[in-house]
């Protein structure tokens, strides 16, 4: 299989929805995206209820992406927020990772408690200290994970100072770099065109963020390799679910919403229950 880092050397954008669990995961790979983005702010929303503000552990996005790789083989790139704390903790968050099946991983460079991209009030680490993460990251790394490195610089220092910053992880070996939050077309080209032919840069795709949604199709035409929808899955999950629970509420019964859900048959054909029975039936004596 063509790692991420290979993929992204090579033409075209790949388009990676955001997932939170194995059966968001498996869906994604159904419809045959070629990669998926573990978002943390999902986990934060589906499991928890929590909002994006760092308040998701560590184990708990390695517990969730181990869950997904029990039912999914798509490349997936895994939102490693800070890196969990210092570089000695981007180590152990790198080998931990890398030993669970990330294909890639993002690291930021916000002080915790981080927040969305796409919330005020962010605070940074220095450059330097970013810089030296990103070192311990890659001396961690054994194998072909890619690293995605992100600057949150343009809402706190200004879009030329986020740029000075990303320059600085560049050099310093990140695999592809993520300027988030760019809040116009203009500093979206800015930000490809600087980087064309030295190392690919990704976007990411807000519904209602600070950024301009563009297709796939527009933003590889603009330069870009990878672009991520991470929160839209969840947020159309909420919608249906909201009507879902609303005329469940006021019918009490499921039948108005029979034509836009799975029936029991369904579900077991969508996750493959004959298959499991089948396959544990090999093994009876």
Known sequence: MVSLKQRFA????????????????????????????LSGASI????????????????????????????????VIVDIDTGFGNALNVQRTIRGFER??????????????KRCGHLKDKTLVSKSEMVGKIKAALDARQGDMALVCRTDAIAVEGFDRALERADAYAEAGADMIFVE????????????????????????????????????????????????FPGGTVRALAFALQEYFDSLKANGTTTPWRNRMLDFAGINRLIDTDGFLARGKGFEG
């Open 10 to 37: 090579q033409p075209g954008i790949v388009v990676a929805p955001g997932i939170y669990d194995g059966l968001s995961a498996m869906l994604v790979e159904q419809a045959g995206f070629e990669a998926a983005y």
């Open 44 to 75: 934060c929303y589906t499991r928890f209820g929590f909002p994006d503000i760092g308040l998701a552990t560590a184990s708990e996005v390695l517990d969730t992406l181990s869950a997904i790789r029990e039912r999914a083989t798509i490349p």
């Open 100 to 113: 669970a099946g990330a294909s890639a991983v993002q690291l930021e460079d916000q002080s915790m408690p």
């Open 181 to 228: 939050a760019p809040p116009s077309h203009e500093h979206l080209v800015q930000v490809a065109q600087r980087y064309a032919g030295k190392v690919p840069v990704m976007a990411n795709m807000v519904e209602g963020g600070k950024t301009p949604i563009y297709s796939g199709e527009e933003l590889e035409k603009i330069g870009y390799k990878l672009v991520i």
